[in-house]
């Protein structure tokens, strides 16, 4: 199913991918299909499983080459200052191509806030990033880098395990009840913020150029 959207979005729901961290490379679409794609917008790739969104994957091609963008998306400690919602970001332990960071992010909804924190494990890969949740205990999503026109742009894909339902707040839970397709917002709005101040790093600060 592909429909669009006002933000000149496209959406591509996954009925039958085996791999949660499915993207779009695994539907064997080549170089040229990406871009006709992505000029037109970002890429949402939803998984469902038996009518619920499972995993989430924006897709988005940044004007940079791919090692500016992965000095971007692994700087860590820095995400408060370019990605919204980071108050604190601190790198606790190394281990070979292993980091554990300790966050702390701030939600709003509704004009309510609230902080969160906890501990990600990143296993880095290049182009590759893993996201292993130290609570859940496995991997629950990805960064993943597509060099594009001769390796002068990237597209980015971020994929994440979309958030249980029964995970949300009491007022978010009684606004998706009474209008189901806010539940679509809550899921893919954090990442959209994700991945768009990503590219706004890239393209603008030109990280250690």
Not at 114 to 136: A, C, N, Q
Request: net charge positive; aromatic share 8%; glycine share 4%.
């Amino acid at each position: 199913m592909i429909r669009k959207t006002t933000i000149l979005t496209i959406i591509l729901v996954l009925l039958t991918a085996n791999n949660g961290f499915s993207n779009l490379l695994e539907q064997e679409l080549d170089e040229s299909t990406l871009k006709v794609l992505l000029n037109k917008g970002e890429l949402i790739l939803l998984k469902e499983e038996n009518g619920k969104i499972k995993y989430i994957t924006l897709a988005i091609i940044i004007d940079a080459p791919l090692d500016k963008v992965w000095q971007v998306i692994t700087d860590f400690e820095n995400y408060p200052d370019f990605i919204p919602g980071h108050k604190d970001c601190k790198i606790i332990k190394r281990h070979g191509n292993k980091i554990t960071v300790e966050s702390a992010v701030t939600f709003k909804f509704m004009g309510i806030g609230s902080t969160v924190k906890y501990t990600t494990k990143y296993i880095l890969k290049k182009p590759e990033l893993i996201i292993f949740d130290t609570e859940k205990n496995r991997e629950t999503g990805c960064y993943k880098l597509i060099p594009i026109d001769q390796g002068k742009r990237v597209v980015l894909f971020r994929t994440k395990e979309a958030v249980d339902v029964d995970n949300f707040g009491r007022v978010a839970k009684f606004l998706i009840i009474q209008k189901p397709e806010m539940e679509f917002s809550m899921q893919v709005s954090p990442l959209r913020i994700n991945i768009n101040a990503i590219k706004e790093r890239a393209e603008v600060y030109k990280v250690n150029e």
